[in-house]
């Protein structure tokens, strides 16, 4: 299993000795409590029917009551002060409103003072109603929406198992989120209904009065390696990200777009929120709803669950040596990126976009030439205004994790 550099070449089931330094800590939990279980059937869904997923045939995938309270009071302990639950699914909503006011009593019973918790869910809007939004800000959750564009484009993919379009209860969702001011942001899915279409999409979100805004291209292949028909190819995602760049810059105090975000807290020296600018792949793992762990929600296959929260504590979940072996993908040399002016912002991409067209994280990550595009067409303007900010020069720097690759 090993790959590339072989500074760190001990790749199996068990734990990293402790003569090797300090563990890499977990920062942040993504929870599935409904596992992959949705109540929609978009198109181009990831998710939908996997065949790597372990638990697709299983029955009543819902986590209990027992797995959640193992969960939060465990992680609250281990990762104290600073404890980050983001909930995600398939979709989320469907564990119910009662499992999610026993978590945060969970929460206010297991956490210590001086403890900050934040909890995110990311849903379809299918479910929100007043109830789930006054719980949300009441507790100043994060709520992320996904949401496509106008009628047209966001039904052409994102329906119901019968087939209808799921528009008009996701924008009864967002007005009810606005109502009660809830803090949360839309994810935009990228795919051929409205990739050419970036003009439109910004004054659609910006009409709405959202205020954050984040682009996910798709890019999903058949076993030969051809993009299956909503894929969006690199050139199309650069174009994209560089007319919404223009049309986004006169709001740029206003509206945030994460991976404009990403790039300038890079540019400050902070780490970036999101992982696929990181070194490596090690800040997050995801449990599922029976309480197993795996390193990247992309990934939830036998080959890297890490193991069950009933079983492992924290500190040795993340000394498993596959969390080691899975964070190096990222760090697989690529000649490319050897030699790219923006390795220090980009660090190659993410491995599920390198893995996704041949299964081979060796590869160039398929959207290599639009971070291209993007990075040419924003560094030069964000490092300017990030200047302007501090109020000093500031150099893109390298972030190295704790660990040892
Ligand atoms: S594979 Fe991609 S999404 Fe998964 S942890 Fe790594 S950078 Fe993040
Ligand atoms: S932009 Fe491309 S070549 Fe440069 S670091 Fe990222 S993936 Fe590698």
Redesign the pocket.
Known sequence: MANGSSLFPIYGEGLIPASLGTTPRITSLLIKPASAVCNLDCAYCFYLDREADPYKSLPGRRMSEETLERLVDTFLFYSYPNSVFAFQGGEPTLAGLPFFEKLVKFQKQYGRDGQNVSNALQTNGMLLDDSWCQLFKEYNWLIGLSLDGPEDIHDAYRFNKAGRGSWKRVMQSLSTLQKHKVDFNILCVLSQANVHRPREIYQFFKGLGVDNIQYIPLSEFDEQGNPLPFTVSAEEYGRFMVETFDLWWPDRRKIRIRFFDNIAEALAGQKPGSCTMHETCDSYVVVEYNGDIYPCDFFVSSEWRLGNLHVDSWTEIARKQRRYAFAKNKTIP?P??QV?E??AI????CPKSRHAMHRNFAD??HF?QA??MI?RKSVGPLKKEVEKILGREVEPIQFYSISPY
């Open positions: 690529h490319e990126c790219c923006y390795q980009c660090h190659g991409g160039l990550d290599c971070y291209k990075f």
